[in-house]
């Protein structure tokens, strides 16, 4: 059974940086995707980024030029680098895995939701 576990949100003003990670507590084999998606109050959840096992990453339209998705396989933890936050990007940061592609996952929250493996969640606030 595979655990993932979110760190690194915090409340920070408009223009800060932060780096989200998701630990694995174990390995996924096979072909599979991660991705992170975040839910704002009252909004639904969205796809923010994710990577495929193979290296293919995709973004959504208003994190591009902005976030980085990345991967440490020998540590198991995907990291979320975010620069140049403004208050649009607050909410409940998860991270997922399972199966599925990077874009599908990302667009498509009925394939987001069918991902496998779910963390709790890390908070990033953004004030202005």
């Known amino acids: 059974q595979v655990q993932l576990a979110e760190s690194g949100g915090g409340s920070v003003q408009a223009g800060a940086s932060l780096r989200l990670e998701c630990a694995s507590s174990?390995?996924?084999?096979?072909?599979?995707?991660m991705g992170w998606f975040r839910q704002a109050p009252g909004k639904e959840r969205e796809g923010v980024a994710a990577?495929?096992?193979?290296?293919?990453?995709y973004y959504a339209d208003s994190v591009k030029g902005r976030f980085t998705i990345s991967k440490d396989n020998a540590k198991n933890i995907l990291y979320l680098e975010m620069n140049n936050l403004n208050p649009g990007d607050t909410g409940l940061y998860s991270c997922?895995?399972?199966?599925?592609?990077?874009?599908?996952?990302?667009?498509?929250?009925?394939?987001?939701?069918?991902?496998?493996?779910w963390g709790r969640g890390t908070q990033v606030t953004v004030s202005s």
């Open positions: 990577r495929d096992n193979d290296g293919t990453v």
């Open positions: 174990g390995s996924i084999t096979g072909r599979h995707v």
């Open positions: 997922a895995a399972g199966i599925g592609r990077s874009e599908v996952v990302v667009e498509y929250p009925v394939a987001a939701a069918a991902l496998r493996f």
